[in-house]
């Protein structure tokens, strides 16, 4: 059964079967395959089963069907490998059939044959200059199936009473039209090798392009009988198209002795190859590979020049989409990175508890699209709060992942019932067993009991909190016990401190006391207490503003490097 | 970042010089102290003394490289200045190694089990 891969211009690629012994293809809903692009036409072409194989038609669409870069005119045989295309659409028939290139090791053709140019010496013919010129136009030989469904042989297409100004107009034109919109890189690709097919002629065709150092084929066209036989490229030529950036041509090689020791030229009965870099600026994408058997078509060296230039035009454009591509592929990375804050957004919480005597505020904002800090409050029986501020080691969105793993293990933990060392000894545990050996959390966990007004605590690696209180120097609560995560067994002590009316619990993460200015000095605890107490008398929003604010004037305009957490606790009056 | 190797009988005296941040440094230490573990020099000095500034990522850093340390039966000692880094991250370093911190070299050479190698110095730069 022969298969079919349909490449639309968004890239998509479709792969289906033919089954029946008749494809219409086109536009309407009416069709057998329906395309969805507006260059093709509502009825455009049919692949048709017969006695001899399949056979392509063109139904007379405004565009015109492309088969291997040559126009349909009527009906033409298809062979496994060919290219239809169909406006912006592209048909491989029977699926794609890879065609090999090999680049052997063989030292450079030289001598007359051998038309070597420098980058700086690729210039069109004058627009004057009559030449053997060439045609885009169909094939209107009568040669056999096989001949009309491969590219053309290039004698075949030299129309020497052309006029070479014409033919260059045509040249540039056309590849402005096709280079002009974006489209998929691999449907420029066969742009270019249908646009080379057109105006000069080949029998064989090689698009490579370096990737990760290697030159690797693109697009590689052959006569349909020898699909699949690979393409000989010397290593030299090669050599010098990519280093030098030079452009190459041979010209009839059989009848030059000095090219016996080249298999690549004598084993396959090339006469004639071109090969030039496909340059963007100084940058060498890859190489443009042609070749002709043909004793008439022999390339010349206006034809050298001509597919230098259409390398260069392409090399620009396939820079282009590159670029084009690259900047579609930040764009879905920035937006799936905004979803993602929108969710660890959504884990910390929306309101404060209302707690009796008491007023809680929290906020983080990470210097990323998102990061590792957090803050939670949960609800324990008896009117008790368990209030946390937790910052995970590193920055971004490894950061955040862990973070919202130990956000809902702090969550299940938390609800458990267990002493509040405890509650740190297993999610210790349970983060070490999940985060990777140079990954931790600090975090100050408290349990506050608005009753008795007692807050019991166990800070594990976090930035020091302080409790500011009127009368009385501000009181440290700083770490005793391990960051969580980092070791297996880990120890956490626990401490208490009566919230006497008035007292204000200030928790921060060291995106706060680390804020750098344009001077590089940190910010520093006495600048965060000194902001803190001046506003200590007010509610706990106030207070987390008063700190931001002189974090800001601190920073004067430099970008956070950390991400930023308070949470602030004010028992009232 | 740089780390400069010097060599003391069994131990690689790994000098670090610049911040132990996020990124290219932390992961030179850790490339530095897992070929080191790789070649079974196990028995590792990290002199922070060239370091101003260690962050989040240092400190797990250096957690990663203890750890690795204990896998391969090894150790890490670290040489220090007290009181160079803020409260938090040098009460996390007291916790991660109680017994391995020191202020003077030679007492944290000669806090490693006996060298089994002659006694030797060469130096080397990464």
């Not at chain 1, 697009?219 to 990519?242: D, H, K, N």
């Not at chain 1, 919480?349 to 007023?359: C, K, R, S, T, V």
């Not at chain 1, 931790?440 to 500011?468: K, M, S, W």
């Not at chain 2, 400069?4 to 069994?10: F, K, M, T």
Request: glycine content about 8%.
């Amino acid at each position: 059964m022969i298969s079919l891969v349909v490449t639309t211009p968004d890239g998509r690629r479709q792969h289906l079967q033919l089954t029946d012994a008749s494809l219409h293809i086109g536009r309407s809903g009416r069709n057998d395959l329906v395309i969805d692009d507006p260059t093709v036409s509502r009825v455009h072409a049919e692949i048709l089963r017969g006695p001899g194989g399949h056979c392509l038609v063109d139904l007379g669409a405004r565009c015109g069907t492309l088969l291997n870069g040559v126009s349909v005119a009527g009906s033409v045989h298809l062979h496994p490998g060919d290219r239809i295309r169909l406006g912006r659409t592209t048909i491989v028939f029977g699926g794609d059939t890879n065609t090999p290139v090999d680049i052997t090791p063989t030292p450079m053709p030289t001598g007359p044959g051998t038309t070597m140019l420098g980058p700086d010496q690729i210039r069109l013919p004058a627009l004057t200059t009559p030449f053997p010129a060439v045609t885009p136009s169909p094939l209107t030989t009568s040669g056999t199936p096989a001949t009309l469904a491969g590219p053309a042989p290039a004698a075949l297409r030299r129309r020497p009473s052309q006029d070479a100004a014409a033919t260059i107009m045509e040249l540039v034109l056309e590849a402005d039209r096709q280079m002009l919109f974006h489209r998929p890189i691999e449907q420029i690709l066969e742009a270019i090798l249908d646009l080379a097919g057109r105006t000069i002629g080949y029998e064989r065709a090689a698009l490579m392009l370096v990737e990760k150092g290697r030159l690797e084929p693109k697009v590689v066209r052959t006569p349909p009988a020898e699909r699949g036989v690979a393409i000989t490229i010397s290593s030299a030529i090669v050599e010098r198209v990519l280093h030098r950036r030079e452009s190459i041509l041979t010209s009839d090689a059989l009848r030059d002795t000095r090219f016996n020791g080249h298999p690549s030229l004598v084993g396959d009965h090339i006469r004639s190859v071109m090969c030039v870099p496909l340059r963007d600026d100084d940058k060498v994408l890859g190489l443009l590979y042609v070749d002709s058997r043909e004793s008439a078509g022999l390339f010349t060296g206006q034809d050298l020049r001509i597919l230098a230039h259409l390398a260069s035009v392409a090399a620009v454009k396939i820079e282009n989409a590159r670029l084009f591509d690259a900047a579609v592929r930040t764009r879905a990375l920035e937006s799936e990175m905004l979803q993602a804050a929108a969710i660890v957004d959504h884990l910390l919480p929306a309101d404060a508890p209302a707690i009796p005597g008491y007023e809680v505020f929290g906020h983080s904002v990470p210097c990323r699209h998102v990061g590792g800090d957090s803050y939670d409050y949960i609800a324990l029986p008896g009117g008790r709060h368990i209030l946390t501020l937790g910052d995970v080691a590193g920055k971004g969105l490894p950061a955040a992942l862990l973070m919202c793993c130990f956000h809902s293990a702090m969550r299940a933990l938390a609800a458990s019932g267990l002493s509040e060392q405890e509650t740190m000894s297993r999610l210790n545990r349970l983060l070490h067993a999940r985060f990777p050996p140079n990954r931790f959390t600090t975090c100050f966990f408290a349990v506050l009991d608005p009753e008795r007004h007692h807050l019991t605590y166990v800070n594990a690696g976090q930035e020091t909190p302080f409790i500011l209180r009127r009368a009385a120097d501000p009181l440290p609560l700083p770490p005793a016990g391990m960051p969580l995560g980092l070791f297996d067994e880990s120890e956490y002590a626990v401490g208490r401190v009566t919230m006497d009316p008035g007292d204000v619990l200030l928790c921060y993460s060291d995106g706060v006391t680390e804020g750098l200015s344009p001077a590089e000095e940190m910010f520093g605890q006495e600048r965060l207490l000194s902001a803190a107490a001046g506003a200590a008398g007010g509610p706990a929003a106030t207070i987390a503003a008063a700190v931001t604010a002189a974090l800001e004037r601190h920073h004067a305009g430099r970008p956070h490097e950390d991400d930023i957490t308070m949470l602030v606790l004010r028992r009232s009056e | 970042m740089k780390i400069d190797i010097r060599i003391d009988r069994s131990v690689r005296i790994l000098d670090l010089h610049g911040r132990l941040v996020l990124g290219p440094p932390v992961e030179l230490l850790a490339d530095t102290v897992q070929r080191l573990l790789a070649d079974a020099h196990i028995h590792i000095m990290l002199n922070l003394r060239g370091v101003p500034y260690i962050d989040s990522a240092g400190i797990g850093e250096l957690a990663a490289c203890k750890k690795r340390a204990i896998e391969r039966q090894g150790e890490i000692k670290i040489h220090w200045q007290r009181g160079r880094y803020h409260l938090a991250i040098e009460t996390v370093i007291h916790l991660m190694f109680p017994d391995a911190l020191f202020e003077d070299e030679k007492l944290a050479l000669s806090s490693f089990a006996p060298p089994g190698g002659p006694a030797a110095r060469t130096t080397g730069t990464i």
